[in-house]
């Protein structure tokens, strides 16, 4: 699929449940089974509705987490005060339907052919769709090199657990824990901040491509902090939401 996805031009689809795995206390990815999707590029996000008994609906945008050719997925964070993220992440089971539309959005996507070195950088549960992109590298076989910046509040709360533990060659994965570490850490223990991006961030003479994904209070200090560095402003491409902040 090229270009931008018009959700004008989308029609909702009902999608069953599939398997569910659980990835901290709030977080979980669901593998939903869409039998007329059309495919996704690494990095895009759905639109997902949510129908009540008495008709009252609820839509929220959710980035996929599965590279392309891969089963769609979405991990979920449960918000306390949402309206969908408490039924996905406590009362979904398989076999379950509800209605999505997309894929939507082409400004954040990779594609091997976007080429690199990748810094990406995520701040809790804005890593889906990094993780997508590190997927899609490993599965159409590219050897641009990536190195992942995750931020979480501390190791029990880090998505993609086992996935990150052992990376594709190639893929370095560095943690921050904001809040609390393990008696035994020796990563970073703070948010980050300018000097731990010139530690991590490649080099600007390496013409290194950003994404950075996660709250807009994270998003925004990570762009800041990499146009100081010297990164040219289009090639840092941002996704937000909402102030869940690591």
């Known amino acids: 699929m090229a270009g931008t996805a018009v959700r004008g031009r989308l029609t909702w689809q009902t999608v069953t449940v599939g ?47 599965s590279a392309p050719g ?33 894929p939507v959005g082409g400004y954040f996507v990779w594609e091997p052919g976007t080429g690199g070195p990748l810094l990406l950088a995520a701040g809790g549960s804005g890593v889906a769709p990094l993780r997508a992109i590190v997927r899609e590298r490993s599965l159409a076989g590219s050897s641009v090199p990536v190195r992942l910046l995750y931020s979480s509040r501390s190791w029990e709360d880090v998505i993609y657990k086992s996935e990150f533990d052992g990376p594709p060659e190639g893929v370095e994965v560095i943690h921050t824990l904001t809040r609390s570490q393990p008696p035994s850490w020796k990563g970073y223990a703070r948010r980050v901040d300018a000097r731990m991006l010139a530690e991590v961030a490649w080099p600007t003479a390496e013409r290194p491509l950003a994404y950075v994904c996660g709250p807009t209070n994270f998003v925004e200090a990570v762009a800041a902090g990499l146009v100081g560095l010297g990164y040219p402003a289009e090639r840092v491409k941002t996704e937000r939401f909402g102030a869940t902040g690591q």
Not at 34 to 42: E, K, L, S
Not at 88 to 97: H, I, S, V
């Open 70 to 102: 891969e089963p769609l997925a979405i991990t979920v964070e449960r918000l306390d005060d949402g309206e969908v993220s408490p039924y996905l992440t406590e009362d979904a089971r398989p076999g379950d339907q509800f209605e999505v539309r997309g």
């Open 19 to 65: 398997t569910i795995t659980d990835e901290t206390a709030k977080v979980r990815t669901l593998r939903l089974e869409v039998p007329d999707w059309t495919g996704h590029r690494a990095g895009q996000h759905l639109d997902l509705r949510l129908t009540a008994d008495d008709g009252y609906q609820a839509e929220r945008e959710y980035s996929i987490a």
